[in-house]
């Protein structure tokens, strides 16, 4: 199980996630200092390392939306959190699963901060609402990538493997 540690509501831009001042930092080692850089409570848990990893940001429809900033979704790699959105913007999502972050789209997804959340393979359970939801599962091939940690990892595991079964 794991808890919701930050809700979000509806269309939250990659300038919430990771502020376009902090563009000059790009190297995934030194993003994560960045995530929410303006919800400064937040930030300073984060940075503190008070949340761990595995934690859950829930958040409504639209999340990342704004701009291409790969940044965005390598914060939040950076901390190992999941996101649970209700349904992601297409360009947060790709960079996403190119990243190996872990996300959940839950279309009608309910809960609040503090509220503690099971992942099942199909659903979303709130534990302390008893409700589940209904998970809408990424193709086969993007939840690989995500599962691989990424999409290098997911290619040099693909190029590892061709090799052994090379004669």
Sequence with gaps: MATIVLKLGDDISTDVI???????????SETPQFAFADMTQFNAKLKA??????????????????????????????HGLTIIAEDFARIFLQNSINLGLHLVICPG??????????????????????????ILQLPRARQAIIDAGGLIPYTRQRLLASTHRAP
């Design 49 to 78: 390392k008070e949340i761990p990893a595995g934690s859950i940001v829930a958040a409504g429809k639209n999340f990342g939306c704004g701009s291409s900033r790969e940044q965005a979704a390598s914060a939040l790699c950076g």
């Design 18 to 28: 990771y502020p376009g001042r902090y563009m000059a930092t790009v190297l995934p």
């Design 109 to 134: 997804f309910a809960a609040s901060e503090g509220e503690e959340i099971e992942l099942a393979k199909e659903t979303v359970v709130n534990k302390s609402s008893g409700v589940s939801f209904p």
